[in-house]
T-cell receptor
Framework: EDKVVQSPLSLVVHEGDTVTLNCSYE??????LLWYKQEKKAPTFLFML????IEKKSGRLSSILDKKELSSILNITATQTGDSAIYLC??????????FGTGTSLTVIP | KAGVTQTPRYLIKTRGQQVTLSCSPI?????VSWYQQTPGQGLQFLFE???????NKGNFPGRFSGRQFSNSRSEMNVSTLELGDSALYLC????????????FGPGTRLTVL
């Protein structure tokens, strides 16, 4: 059965801390892994990782795909209160059918 | 470009009724996917449509159905509503069939009483 598991379920940090969110996947014929940020609204896209693009970076956020370990991490450095959100990881076996993890809830305290 | 729009934003129904939700994708996007989001299960894939054809289907009962029109707008129908169908229903559009970025709409919050 295809599945995506994220850890930890929740995290509370202070502003300025660095956090690492984990995502592991078991997806037949894996094609891509996406990271999303969800506040009190629709998920917004962060990164897409594939076999040909295993590392992405945007500002304080970066993500790496480990094809051998079937996992990915999302790093956020120098966290800010605006980073508080649920971070979702999704893996696709084919086309646009994505399996989502239940997310990591991040709370950044001033 | 306007984003993905979903209507209605909120719905309250009673058990046994049926409901139709609508999604308009970003202009030019031909792929529309539907997801159910609940606190316990997270986001679960319902189905994907492309050019009026269902391409992929998740593990949901036949009470959940959908369709896509020639202008790429999509509707999702749930018949014989159950209490457990209460959820946020999200629609996402994409300009690709290759598992690239999906743009999500604001969702329809369905409450079944």
């Amino acid at each position: 059965e295809d599945k995506v598991v994220q850890s930890p379920l929740s995290l509370v940090v202070h502003e300025g801390d660095t956090v690492t969110l984990n995502c592991s996947y078991e997806v037949t014929n894996f094609r891509s892994l996406l990271w999303y940020k969800q506040e009190k609204k629709a998920p917004t896209f962060l990164f897409m990782l594939t076999s040909s693009g295993i590392e992405k970076k945007s500002g304080r956020l970066s993500s790496i795909l480990d094809k051998k370990e079937l996992s990915s991490i999302l790093n956020i450095t120098a966290t800010q209160t605006g980073d508080s959100a649920i971070y979702l990881c999704a893996a696709s076996p084919t086309g646009n059918q994505f399996y989502f993890g239940t997310g990591t809830s991040l709370t950044v305290i001033p | 470009k306007a984003g993905v729009t979903q209507t209605p934003r909120y719905l309250i129904k009673t058990r046994g009724q049926q409901v139709t939700l609508s999604c308009s994708p970003i202009s030019g996007h031909r792929s529309v996917s539907w997801y159910q989001q609940t606190p316990g299960q997270g986001l679960q894939f319902l189905f994907e449509y492309f050019s009026e054809t269902q391409r992929n289907k998740g593990n949901f009962p036949g009470r959940f159905s959908g369709r896509q029109f020639s202008n790429s707008r999509s509707e999702m129908n749930v018949s014989t509503l159950e209490l457990g169908d209460s959820a946020l229903y999200l629609c996402a559009s994409s300009d690709s069939l290759l598992g690239n970025e999906q743009f999500f709409g604001p969702g329809t919050r369905l409450t079944v009483l």
